[in-house]
């Protein structure tokens, strides 16, 4: 596990960066948080297929300035961001993390 810091909290995180982390996603598992990393920004849309819990995606640009957030419900096709990302995080519906804070990595 890797820790990022989100208003001076800090949290444990997958970070997932190859295609098949990327591809599975939380789909048939546990709650955990993940962190999706890219290559460039761009608008990174996800899916709640085979996901049977809530989650908050919070979409992080480049400057690790977050740019969107949404809470996304189980078995939603399609979830997309208003601004391009170069990250997205994967967390409980519960935490505190809005547009325009800063995260830790």
Known sequence: MNKIKINNK????KICSTF???FTGLMFSRR???LFKFNKEKYHPI????VFYPIKVAWINKNLKVVDVKLAYPFTPLIIPKEKAMYFLET???LDIKINDKIEI
């Open 10 to 13: 800090k949290i444990d995180v």
């Open 20 to 22: 098949a982390s990327k």
């Open 32 to 34: 955990k948080n993940l």
């Open 47 to 50: 899916h709640m297929m085979f």
């Open 92 to 94: 409980n519906p519960n």
